[in-house]
């Protein structure tokens, strides 16, 4: 393939043989005449083997930077690599690196069985038909499909659908898999075996996966690093462990009060869920005595105080914080 090329010629030059799996540098995407910028000079670098969260809120630039990763847009200016092939100069060979399952999209043919949609996008991608056959059953059986290889997809479940997709998407073997939200709409059973299935790409057989999704806590899980971008530029690119540990620096407290909570106004970094009959109150302080103020406003509101608590933020909160903060 590919990909053993570019790293002899590396090896051969006495340069170091393992380049970034993905690498981009100051991509930028203006569009239209008013030269609004979706993304602005970004810059990044995975490393092989890495599952590689890459999140944003809508709008935020995400989706323009993995069309232009996968080939399907121009950058206005700057470069993007997939194991060292440029994809705007070497597309044909920089997509033999590249498999892709896109959230929202019908990624296999519903009226085809299964081992029918493995075996055709092997031969998309030139592989023999015995050759797509073998694959396709390895893949299949991996992904407990293998009883069902012969039924149409139209009539599976949504969690079967998705596995097929994943299946469709590794079928020739790439070195860097693109999952769009590979397990929003699956089932408890379903979303294990994906993220099952994730863990095994990356730590047993080297892929890189590129992870995209709103399901913070499928991040936390599974991605090795997390980078966030926002208003078209990279807020944050960080190892997952090093981003929590930096919301963690500063104490998130949770305070449950009778009530609704009406008129009751809060400290600034405080919010308030109500609900029928409790109010759930929430926010992080720097110092564990500012709370003692945030309790005395309770007291002089009246309100009965259920119980109240120190948490660990989570990954959503620090996602939370980042897209709310002036980009750094």
Not at 137 to 159: A, C, H, T
Not at 305 to 328: G, K, N
Request: hydrophobic content about 40%; aromatic content about 6%; overall charge negative.
């Amino acid at each position: 393939m590919a990909r053993t090329d570019v790293v002899g010629d590396i090896e051969r030059s006495g340069r170091p043989a393992e380049v970034p799996a993905i690498e981009i540098s100051g991509l930028t995407k203006v569009y239209g005449a008013s030269e609004t910028k979706a993304v602005d000079n970004v810059s990044l670098s995975v490393p092989p083997g890495t599952v590689f969260g890459f999140l944003g809120p809508n709008g935020a630039g995400k989706t323009t930077t993995i069309k232009i990763l996968a080939g399907l847009l121009s950058a206005t200016s700057g470069q993007v690599r997939l194991n060292g092939l440029d994809v705007a100069r070497q597309r044909a060979a920089a997509m033999e690196q590249f498999g892709a399952v896109l959230e929202g999209s019908r990624n296999t043919y519903w009226t085809l069985s299964a081992m029918q949609n493995l075996v055709y996008f092997g031969r998309l991608q030139g592989m023999r038909t015995s050759e797509a056959r073998s694959r396709a059953e390895e893949l299949l059986r991996d992904l407990d499909l293998w009883d069902r290889r012969d039924e149409k997809v139209g009539g599976y479940s949504r969690g079967m659908q998705q596995k097929v997709a994943v299946a469709a998407s590794l079928i020739a073997d790439p070195p860097i898999v693109l999952l769009d939200e590979p397990t929003i709409g699956l089932d408890v059973e379903a979303t294990r075996t994906v993220k099952d299935w994730i863990r095994t790409l990356s730590k047993d057989r080297g892929k890189t996966i590129l992870l995209t999704t709103h399901q913070m806590d499928v991040v936390e899980e599974l991605c090795d690093r997390v980078a966030v971008i926002r208003r078209g530029q990279v807020v944050t690119d960080l190892p997952t462990d090093q981003l929590l540990a930096r919301s963690r620096q500063r104490d998130k407290y949770e305070i449950r009060i009778d009530g609704t909570g009406d008129g009751l106004v809060l400290p600034e970094g405080f919010t308030a869920v109500s609900g029928e009959e409790t109010t759930l109150i929430s926010g992080r302080l720097e110092d564990p005595q500012d709370l003692y103020p945030v309790v005395d406003r309770l007291r002089e509101y009246g309100a009965v105080i259920e119980w109240m608590a120190q948490v660990q933020p989570d990954l959503e909160d620090v996602f939370l914080d980042l897209i709310r903060e002036p980009a750094r």
